[in-house]
Nanobody, 128 residues
Framework: QVLLVESGGGLVQAGGSLRLSCAAS????????MGWFRQAPGKEREFVAA?????????YYTDSVKGRFTISRDNAKNTMYLQMNSLKPEDTAVYYC????????????????????WGQGTQVTVSS
C-alpha cells in the first residue's frame, strides 16, 4: 500500500521560510513524477510544483511561486522536499504531496487528475 506523509508545515511570518518533506513508502517511486499541491480555505486544490522522475532541473512551478519555492527529491530516501522562501499570506493553505499515476512520464503534469496517490496534507499558515 502506498503511503505518503507530509511534514514541515507550521506558522511563519511573512517573509519567512519553511521546508516541507514528503516521505513515501509502499513501493519504489524513482520512476514517477512527484508534485506538490495546495488548497486554501474556500478554494479549489491548485498545483504548486512538480519534479520529474529524472529529478535535477526537470521541474515545473506555478507562476506565483517561481523564484521563491524549490522542489527537490532524494530517491535514496524516497523523499521529496519543497523549500519555501519569502512566504506570503496568500501561500497559506494545506499542502499535499502526490505521485503521478504513470511511470517514466514525458513532461510534467500540473493537473491533479494525473496524480494517483496523495498524502494527508500539512498546514502552512503565513501571518502578515
Amino acid at each position: 500500500q502506498v503511503l505518503l506523509v507530509e511534514s514541515g508545515g507550521g506558522l511563519v511570518q511573512a517573509g519567512g521560510s519553511l521546508r516541507l518533506s514528503c516521505a513515501a513508502s509502499g513501493r519504489t517511486f524513482d520512476y514517477y513524477t512527484m508534485g506538490w499541491f495546495r488548497q486554501a480555505p474556500g478554494k479549489e486544490r491548485e498545483f504548486v510544483a512538480a519534479i520529474s522522475w529524472r529529478g535535477g532541473p526537470d521541474t515545473y512551478y506555478t507562476d506565483s511561486v517561481k523564484g521563491r519555492f524549490t522542489i527537490s527529491r532524494d530517491n535514496a530516501k524516497n523523499t521529496m522536499y519543497l523549500q519555501m522562501n519569502s512566504l506570503k499570506p496568500e501561500d497559506t493553505a494545506v499542502y499535499y504531496c502526490a505521485v503521478s499515476s504513470t511511470s517514466f512520464r514525458v513532461g510534467i503534469p500540473s493537473s491533479s487528475d494525473d496524480y494517483a496517490d496523495w498524502g494527508q496534507g500539512t498546514q502552512v499558515t503565513v501571518s502578515s
